[in-house]
C-alpha cells in the first residue's frame, strides 16, 4: 500500500490534508464503509481519490453529474491518472470499449450515472473487474428523506453483491440528521461509520437583501465586489435574459441551463473557469462539480426550493477560503411564487393517473405490455396532443418515476445516426467531389452495416480521421443527405422516457403514501424552511443553517446582514446618519486613519469606529495600502 502523503504530494503538490480528509481516507483504506459530511469546497473528491491510488484495484465513482465526471476525468488525466466515464452521448460501442478497458486494469477510476449501474452490459462486466472502492458522490440522493431522492441510486446497494470486498464511500455537502442514517441504510453500511466536517464557513457571509427592484441590486453588488461570479434563477428563459441585460450594462455575462448542448456547455463553462467570462448566469444545472475556488459572489435571485439547495449552491463561493459572499435577493413576491410551486410540483393524484394514461395512448403502449420499452420524449409535442398543462405533465411523470412505473432521462445528447439511401453499385456509380468521395470512403471504413440500418456515428471522430473541422463534416454530410446518398440525423438534445413496469389500468395505479403524500408533506416543510430563512431578520444566518444541519454549537459569524444589522443598531440611526455624514464629508477631501477619523469628529471613540466598522463592512468605504480609508465610489 502507497503512502497517502506521498500519493498528495506527487499527485496534487499539497504537503498536508485539509481537516477531516486523512481520517475519511484511513478509514476507507481499513476496509470501512464511511460516510463523510463536508461542506462544498471542502475536498470531497480527493478523499476517494487518494484511498483509491493508496492500493490496488479500480474505483468506481457513481455521480449523477457529466459535468463533475468530465472535469474530474480530465484533472485526473493531468496528473498522470488513468480515468474515464460513461455517460450519455457516447456510443454503445464507446461504452462496451471502456468498460472491457476497465476489465483489464487500464483505469483507475471509472466514472459512472445511477442508471448505468443496473443495465446487463455493466453487471456482466463489472463481475470482471479488480474493484478497490465504490464511491458514492451526492450520496443523500439514495434518501427519499433528502431533497433530491433519485431512484436509481437504489441500484448501488444492488451492485455490492458483486464485489463484496470493495468498502463503499458515501460523501455528501448536505445531508440532515435522518438523511444521514439513511443514507448509511440504503447502502447497507456493515456498521455506521461517519466523519462530519462543520458546515461553517468563517469566509462565506451570507446575505438577505429584501428589494422589490432585484435587477439594480444585483447590478450594485456586481459593481462593489469585482471578481468571479454565479447568478442562480429559476427559468431557462430567464438565464438568457439576465445575461443580455448585465453584458449591456457592462459586464461579461453568459447563459448557461440543461437545455444547451454539450459543446455549448463546455465552452461557456471554460470561458469562465478561465476568466473570459466574469459572470454566469444559469439554473441550478450549473455547479456540481465544478472546481473554481475564486468565485466571490453567488447571488439567487430567485428563492431555491429548499435550504439544502440553498446551500449547496452558496457554498460555490470563496472555496479559495478568503472573503466571499453569498447574497439572497428577495421579495414577499417570492413567498406566494414558492407556494404556489407546492400546487405545481404535486398536482392532484387523478391528474397524475390521468397523464399516465395519456403517456400509454400516446405511445400506443397496451395495457400488461411495454416493460423496459424505451421512447424518445417531446413533452412539447405531448403536452399539445392531450391539452396538458407543462408543469403539471412534467411533474406529474417525476411522481410516476418516484411510484416506478415510468422513468424519465433528462435531456440527452442522442447520437447521430446515418444510413445509406442507395445500394454499393448505385454509390459508385454516381459522380461525387472530391471532399464527398473522401468522406464516403471514411464513413465505409469506419461504420460497418451502414446500407442495411441508420447506425450511430460520430462526427468528431470522422473529423480526426480526415483531419477536418467537425463543422465540414457536418455540411459534407447535409449535402449528401440533400444529394439523396445518404440519411443524416443530426444528433440532438433529448429525454427518453422508459418503461420500467408493465402498463397498468388506470384504475390499479397506485400512489401510495410514501410516494406521494409523504413527499409532498417533505416537500411543504423544505419550502417553510427556506422562506424563513429568507424571511428572518433577528437570527444569525450561519447558525440558522448550521440548525438545519443538526448542529447545535456555534456562535453569531458576525459578518451576515443580520449580525452587521445588530452591530449597527448600537448606535441610533440619528447618530449615524450624522457620523456617517461627518465620514464622508472628510473623506472627499482627501484620506485619513481611522486614528486621523477619530480625531476629526466630535463623537465618542467607541460609537465612531462602530461607525467606521459597519460602513467597511458594507463596503461603503475602503482601505488603502497605507491603511488609509476611502470612499468607495463604487458604491
Not at 465586489?225 to 459586464?251: F, Q
Amino acid at each position: 500500500m502507497r503512502n497517502i502523503h506521498e500519493i498528495l504530494k506527487t499527485h496534487w503538490g499539497y504537503d498536508s490534508f485539509r481537516p477531516l480528509q486523512e481520517d475519511i481516507i484511513r478509514s476507507v483504506l481499513a476496509g470501512n464503509d464511511t460516510l463523510g459530511l463536508m461542506p462544498t469546497g471542502g475536498g470531497k473528491s480527493l478523499t476517494f481519490q487518494v484511498s483509491a491510488l493508496a492500493q490496488e484495484g479500480m474505483c468506481i465513482v457513481v455521480t449523477p453529474l457529466i459535468a463533475l465526471m468530465k472535469d474530474q476525468v480530465e484533472n485526473l488525466r493531468k496528473r498522470n491518472v488513468a480515468a474515464a466515464a460513461i455517460y450519455s452521448g457516447l456510443t454503445q460501442k464507446e461504452i462496451l470499449q471502456t468498460l472491457e478497458n476497465a476489465v483489464h486494469g487500464a483505469y483507475k477510476f471509472l466514472y459512472v450515472s445511477p442508471e448505468r449501474l443496473g443495465t446487463a452490459i455493466f453487471i456482466t462486466k463489472m463481475k470482471q473487474m479488480h474493484v478497490s472502492l465504490i464511491a458514492v458522490d451526492e450520496s443523500h440522493c439514495i434518501s427519499q428523506w433528502g431533497y433530491d431522492f433519485r431512484p436509481a441510486y437504489l441500484k448501488i446497494a444492488e451492485i455490492r453483491e458483486y464485489q463484496p470486498k470493495a468498502p463503499v464511500l458515501a460523501l455528501t455537502a448536505t445531508a440532515t440528521l435522518e438523511v444521514v442514517d439513511d443514507i448509511q441504510e440504503k447502502l447497507l453500511f456493515k456498521q455506521k461509520n461517519v466523519f462530519r466536517m462543520s458546515f461553517h464557513r468563517s469566509n462565506l457571509a451570507y446575505v438577505v437583501r429584501n428589494t422589490e427592484n432585484k435587477n439594480e441590486q444585483l447590478l450594485k453588488i456586481l459593481n462593489a465586489v469585482p471578481g468571479s461570479s454565479v447568478v442562480y434563477v429559476r427559468s431557462r428563459k430567464k438565464t438568457k435574459e439576465i445575461a443580455d441585460w448585465l453584458h449591456k450594462e457592462g459586464i461579461t455575462a453568459e447563459h448557461y441551463h440543461a437545455g444547451l448542448n454539450n459543446e455549448t456547455k463546455d465552452a461557456r463553462q471554460k470561458r469562465w473557469k478561465e476568466d473570459d467570462t466574469r459572470v454566469i448566469v444559469a439554473t441550478n444545472a450549473f455547479g456540481m462539480g465544478i472546481d473554481k475556488p475564486d468565485v466571490r459572489t453567488v447571488i439567487h435571485l430567485d428563492l431555491p426550493d429548499s435550504v439544502e439547495a440553498y446551500f449547496q449552491e452558496a457554498g460555490r463561493a470563496g472555496r479559495d477560503e478568503k472573503k466571499a459572499y453569498a447574497v439572497l435577493l428577495f421579495n414577499n413576491s417570492d413567498t406566494a411564487k414558492l407556494k404556489k410551486r407546492i400546487a405545481d410540483t404535486f398536482p392532484p393524484k387523478e391528474k397524475v393517473k390521468e397523464v399516465y394514461d395519456a403517456v400509454g395512448n400516446y405511445y400506443q403502449v397496451g395495457v400488461g405490455s411495454g416493460l423496459d420499452n424505451t421512447f424518445v420524449f417531446d413533452l412539447g409535442d405531448f403536452c399539445k396532443k392531450f391539452h396538458l398543462p407543462l408543469l403539471v405533465a412534467y411533474n406529474s411523470i417525476k411522481i410516476l418515476q418516484q411510484a416506478d412505473y415510468l422513468y424519465l432521462t433528462d435531456e440527452q445528447d442522442s447520437s447521430s445516426t446515418l444510413i445509406f439511401t442507395c445500394n454499393k453499385d448505385e454509390l459508385y456509380k454516381q459522380k461525387h467531389t472530391e471532399d464527398q468521395e473522401r468522406l464516403i470512403h471514411v464513413l465505409l471504413r469506419s461504420y460497418t452495416g451502414l446500407f442495411t440500418k441508420a447506425s450511430a456515428i460520430n462526427e468528431e471522430t470522422i473529423a480526426s480521421r480526415l483531419n477536418w473541422h467537425r463543422d465540414k463534416v457536418y455540411n459534407q454530410l447535409i449535402k449528401l443527405s440533400k444529394e439523396k446518398i445518404i440519411n443524416y440525423i443530426p444528433r440532438k438534445k433529448t429525454p427518453f422516457l422508459t418503461f420500467t413496469h408493465e402498463r397498468e389500468p388506470i384504475n390499479r395505479v397506485e400512489l401510495g403514501k410514501e410516494t406521494y403524500d409523504d413527499r409532498k408533506k417533505r416537500y411543504i416543510t423544505r419550502i417553510k424552511s427556506i422562506i424563513n430563512y429568507a424571511s428572518e431578520e433577528n437570527v444569525c444566518r450561519s447558525i440558522m443553517l448550521l440548525h438545519y444541519f443538526g448542529e447545535r454549537d456555534g456562535n453569531p459569524c458576525g459578518v451576515c446582514d443580520v449580525c452587521l444589522k445588530k452591530k449597527r443598531k448600537k448606535l441610533s440611526a440619528e447618530e449615524f446618519e450624522k457620523i456617517k455624514a461627518e465620514i464622508i464629508k472628510i473623506l472627499q477631501i482627501k484620506e485619513c486613519t481611522v486614528s486621523e477619523l477619530i480625531d476629526a469628529l466630535q463623537f465618542k471613540e467607541k460609537k465612531v469606529l462602530e461607525a467606521i466598522r459597519f460602513l467597511l463592512d458594507n463596503r461603503k468605504l475602503k482601505q488603502s495600502k497605507k491603511m488609509k480609508l476611502q470612499l468607495n465610489k463604487k458604491i
